[in-house]
């Protein structure tokens, strides 16, 4: 019973974490310099308390799950466990260059955090075929 539990606040925090990041990568990559102070100064306070609060669970019932029931011994783990690793960090270059653009509404970020939509997605696909189908 425990482990559906744990496995449930994963996936709800994993769908509240997926969901601000691509949040952040729309704003970061389409949304017009003369509109953006206001946009991201809203989205900044959505992701320090949802979004980010969401990788902790995520993090959290993560690790969990994976020591505690032994996942972290399978080939499948290990591959998922380096593309979350780069989904964590591609959150907090995200909010690092929201707060540089909120200060400089015309600065343009580096081509990976604008890229956030598809590499967020790609992850996602890549990340729940590795836990659903378990190929190694």
Do not use: C
């Not at 389409?30 to 100064?41: C, Q």
């Not at 993560?62 to 466990?81: I, N, Q, R, V």
């Not at 604008?114 to 967020?120: D, E, K, N, S």
């Amino acid at each position: 019973m425990l482990y559906f539990v744990i496995k449930a606040l994963h996936i709800l925090s994993d769908f509240l974490l997926i969901g601000g990041m691509l949040i952040n990568a729309f704003v970061i990559g389409m949304v017009p310099p003369t509109i953006r102070t206001g946009v991201i100064s809203a989205l900044r306070k959505y992701d320090r308390t949802v979004t980010t609060a969401a990788l902790g669970g995520a993090w959290l019932f993560g690790l969990w799950l994976a020591f505690g029931y032994g996942f972290y011994t399978s080939g499948w783990f290990g591959f998922k466990f380096l593309i979350v690793l780069m989904l964590s960090a591609l959150h907090g270059m995200q909010g690092a260059w929201m707060r540089r653009m909120e200060a400089d509404p015309h600065l343009d970020p580096p081509a990976f955090v604008r890229a956030g939509l598809p590499i967020v997605l790609g992850s996602v696909v890549i990340i729940v075929a590795l836990a659903v189908i378990k190929p190694f």
